[in-house]
């Protein structure tokens, strides 16, 4: 379904916390939760290491990529 894809995803305004938190703590201890199903979590997954990409590149940075989305909804 639609809810599964992404569409004109934008990185929002609490990217930076994310960006603190991995750095911080870790990509083991850094889970995204969201209404969307589970055929939703790769899209997301993707999407933020994408930006996550962009971000290292940007800011000479050594983010580690997200590796924990929970999709909850059904």
Do not use: C, M, W
Not at 42 to 59: H, T
């Amino acid at each position: 379904s639609d809810f599964d894809k992404l569409t004109n995803p934008k990185t929002g305004p609490v990217f930076p916390y994310l960006v603190k938190q991995l750095l911080r703590f870790g990509p083991e201890n850094v889970h995204i939760l969201t209404a969307r199903g589970p055929n939703s979590e790769k899209v997301i997954l993707d999407f933020i290491n994408s930006q996550i990409d962009v971000y290292n590149e940007k800011n000479n940075a050594k983010v580690p990529h997200l590796t924990n989305v929970v999709g909850l909804g059904i």
